[in-house]
């Protein structure tokens, strides 16, 4: 459900999503760049965050760098597909969990601190569901993540 | 890939699940881990020179502000080609993601991954369309694969 943000909540989210400064007032120069003060900033920004509007704000991190990661995907069954994911969830491996619409309907990012442990829990997976697993590992990525220009609602 | 050290991660676990909305919240994460602030600056920069660290800076919920239609598009393209064409699908600007990722054959055929977030699905449509279009001949087959239910998701989650 969209929900109604100011003209300065849209700021904050569309102007802000890379180069905080790494500064030690890095709020207080976003305050400057929009022209409020520091407070403003920091308690909207603390407002969006409660009511889930973001996630966060911090570093993105690149999964591949961080260790061996994947995107896997199963051909679940539709009746077994809560079990599945459930199982699925349980590995604190597994970050992303979506459910698709496709044959392969349900697609999920495990990061692994290396690649042993990635086919370990990748052949744990199968073995618990009896489903094979598709793993399809990042091979080049194309565009390096900038952030994602929002269109507001006029 | 460049080695990560123990300080490394101990701010990677200190920082994915966001920065301190404090006045000075480098200088807070520095009190919490007993590192010097310019350390963790430094450290922070560092990572984002090396690209283990993408961006810094607010990530906002796509669902919550109106960004519902959530498409995964998929493509069957030359191998040969991929990296030219990939360069220029994920340089759209309706594309947030766009990655080489290999074939499972006979059950997977596509090896060109470009997600496009929209508030409907007519708008990923249209984009899928254009993307076709910058991929001319050169699709040989091609899918939307719609979320419909966020089972999981955390940031990413570094085990210490």
């Known amino acids: 459900m969209a929900t109604a943000l100011s003209v300065l909540q849209q700021h904050l989210l569309n102007d802000f999503q890379r180069d905080l400064p790494l500064t030690p007032t890095p709020y207080r120069e976003i305050a400057d760049a929009l022209g409020v003060d520091e407070e403003a900033v920091l308690s909207h920004l603390q407002s969006l965050q409660t009511g889930g509007v973001i996630s966060r704000v911090g570093p993105v991190f690149a999964p591949n760098r961080l260790g061996a990661s994947t995107l896997a995907a199963v051909a679940v069954p539709p009746e077994r597909l809560e079990e599945v994911a459930a199982l699925v969830n349980t590995f604190t491996e597994v970050n992303h969990n979506y459910e698709r619409e496709h044959r392969y309907n349900l697609w999920f990012v495990l990061t692994a601190r290396d690649e042993a442990r990635l086919s370990e829990v990748l052949a744990q997976i199968e073995a618990a569901t009896g489903l094979p697993v598709l793993s399809l590992p990042l091979l080049e990525e194309f565009h390096i993540d900038l952030g994602f220009p929002l269109r507001w609602e006029d | 890939?460049?080695?990560?050290?123990?300080?490394?991660?101990?701010?990677?676990?200190?920082?994915?699940?966001?920065?301190?909305?404090?006045?000075?919240?480098?200088?807070?994460?520095?009190?919490?881990?007993?590192?010097?602030?310019?350390?963790?600056?430094?450290?922070?920069?560092?990572?984002?020179?090396?690209?283990?660290?993408?961006?810094?800076?607010?990530?906002?919920?796509?669902?919550?502000?109106?960004?519902?239609?959530?498409?995964?598009?998929?493509?069957?393209?030359?191998?040969?080609?991929?990296?030219?064409?990939?360069?220029?699908?994920?340089?759209?600007?309706?594309?947030?993601?766009?990655?080489?990722?290999?074939?499972?054959?006979?059950?997977?055929?596509?090896?060109?991954?470009?997600?496009?977030?929209g508030r409907t699905r007519a708008d990923v449509e249209r984009e899928a369309d254009r993307i076709a279009e910058v991929l001319g001949a050169a699709v040989r087959g091609r899918s939307v694969l719609y979320s419909t239910r966020i089972l999981k998701k955390t940031g990413l989650r570094l085990q210490s």
């Open chain 2, 1 to 117: 890939m460049p080695a990560l050290d123990d300080i490394d991660r101990r701010l990677i676990l200190a920082t994915q699940a966001g920065l301190p909305l404090t006045p000075r919240p480098y200088h807070t994460l520095a009190e919490q881990l007993d590192l010097p602030p310019d350390e963790v600056m430094r450290r922070l920069k560092h990572m984002l020179d090396r690209g283990v660290i993408r961006r810094i800076g607010v990530v906002p919920n796509h669902y919550r502000i109106g960004y519902t239609a959530n498409g995964m598009t998929v493509w069957d393209v030359p191998d040969e080609r991929v990296d030219e064409l990939g360069e220029r699908v994920g340089r759209m600007p309706s594309v947030s993601h766009c990655y080489h990722r290999p074939r499972h054959l006979p059950d997977w055929p596509y090896n060109l991954f470009a997600m496009v977030h």
